[in-house]
């Protein structure tokens, strides 16, 4: 996790065959980023060589050069459709070098979608773990075979270099951004602002087979709500089911086409996101967050908090009483 500081500076790279999608979710995300009392928490900086052609039939021009590469804190490449690091491999010499000296003095670096293969272009990928979209999977998991692609999950956090797959991916990397810089508070607000989830795990399957019911009391999405309620309280695989009118296998098995994960490991996400909130803003023992949000006790809050985010729970409420 990193320290809370203001004013966190963000050069997005813009190159040719940019997708707009793409462009605008740093923007909206960060953006929508606020500290209690509305200062902005991050500053954009949109740069490229020069105006870019984006996929959808317009060009982008840029406020600034290369050079704020140099100065940003963190550098963000939006995915590309056309250019040398889909096609060849290759990648313009300026914006090669621009990305290897951000990287070297330690800024954070970040992909969205196919802009992983900016950086892999780079050499920032060389024996990493990275994600980018599975539909271009084929494609660039050639080019780079010296990537340890993952194709199947939302987003890959590897410390400094972070990579996401494609579209809605993008705005799940940016929260969990936001999330380790400023905790879930801010991200929280942040992903009301924007009217998205505020979180969905990294390891998420991307592509799920079927889609989310929309509303009617339609599928699992109302005892999702009705579970979030009752965090504190011991809800069984059985009781799910049964607040939705199913059997446990039909409950089950829709639960796992609308969310990707089973009911029990998304409750235990749940679980552990809330205590994060409740570690952040409230100055309650670990015992009392552990049973308001259903873990039990402090010492499984401590287990589980260890294996989501690698800190126990003091260190965790510490840094964001920094």
Not at 107 to 127: E, F, K, P
Request: hydrophobic share 40%.
């Amino acid at each position: 996790m990193r320290k809370n500081r203001a004013m966190h500076s963000i050069a997005v790279l813009v190159l040719d065959g940019v997708v707009p999608f793409d462009l605008g979710v740093p923007a909206q995300v960060f953006g929508a980023s606020r500290d209690p009392d509305r200062n902005r928490l991050y500053e954009l900086l949109v740069c490229g060589e020069g105006p870019a052609r984006a996929e959808a039939g317009f060009t982008v021009t840029p406020d600034h050069d290369l050079s704020v590469v140099a100065r940003a804190d963190t550098v963000l490449v939006p995915g590309i459709h056309t250019g040398g690091p889909v096609t060849d491999g290759t990648l313009p010499g300026p914006v090669r070098e621009a990305l290897l000296a951000a990287a070297a003095r330690g800024a954070r670096i970040v992909s969205i979608c196919t802009g992983a293969s900016v950086l892999a272009a780079a050499g920032l990928l060389d024996g990493r773990p990275a994600a980018t979209h599975w539909a271009w999977a084929k494609r660039i998991g050639g080019l780079y075979p010296r990537v340890d692609w993952d194709f199947d999950v939302l987003f890959v956090d590897d410390g400094d270099v972070l990579t996401s797959a494609g579209v809605g991916a993008g705005v799940d990397l940016c929260l969990h951004i936001v999330r380790s810089d400023h905790g879930a508070e801010v991200a929280n607000r942040a992903a009301r602002r924007c009217v998205v989830p505020p979180w969905r795990d990294g390891g998420q399957a991307q592509y799920i087979e079927r889609p989310v019911p929309a509303g009617g009391g339609i599928g699992t999405e109302p005892t999702r709500a009705w579970v979030l309620d009752r965090l504190s309280e011991p809800v069984t695989l059985e009781e799910m089911a049964g607040h939705a009118r199913m059997s446990v296998r039909t409950f089950t098995r829709r639960f796992r086409d609308e969310t990707g994960s089973s009911p029990r490991q998304w409750l235990l996400r749940q679980r552990v996101e809330h205590a994060r909130l409740l570690l952040e803003s409230t100055d309650l023992g670990m015992d009392v967050v552990a049973r308001r949000s259903g873990l039990g006790s402090a010492t499984a809050l401590r287990q589980h908090l260890h294996a989501t985010i690698g800190v126990a729970p003091s260190a965790y409420r510490r840094t964001f009483r920094h």
